[in-house]
């Protein structure tokens, strides 16, 4: 079975920091992409940010300058540093893979189970 498993979500006052960390498990030789996305309550999944395996970056508007995606393709782990954190970050964060499964060296867009980010005023 493959599948991405995140942790370090929680509950934070405005301005402070968290990370999250997202790793793949399972018969998977790397992944091309990986990423997370948010969703707040009542609203659509959004692209939060996202890194290439040559460690290419792309963020959301809104967190340009806050946060940080980084990965270490040896352990197929990303993280995302979330610094100066606001109440509108609030969200479900879905970590995303576009993993090469072994042993056919296809690749399957994964998803993690979620992991919910409160920050408080």
């Known amino acids: 079975q493959v599948q991405l498993v995140e942790s370090g979500g929680g509950l934070v006052q405005a301005g402070g920091s968290l990370r999250l960390s997202c790793a793949a498990s399972?018969?998977?030789?790397?992944?091309?992409?990986m990423g997370w996305y948010r969703q707040a309550p009542g609203k659509q999944r959004d692209l939060v940010a996202t890194?290439?395996?040559?460690?290419?970056?792309n963020y959301a508007d809104s967190v340009k300058g806050r946060f940080t995606i980084s990965r270490d393709n040896a352990k197929i782990t990303t993280y995302l540093q979330m610094d100066s954190l606001k109440p509108e970050d609030t969200a479900v964060y879905y970590c995303?893979?576009?993993?090469?499964?072994?042993?056919?060296?296809?690749?399957?867009?994964?998803w993690g189970q979620g992991t919910l980010v409160t920050v408080s005023i």
């Open positions: 995303n893979a576009k993993a090469i499964i072994r042993p056919s060296y296809n690749y399957l867009e994964l």
């Open positions: 399972g018969s998977i030789a790397g992944a091309n992409s």
């Open positions: 890194i290439t395996a040559g460690g290419s970056t």
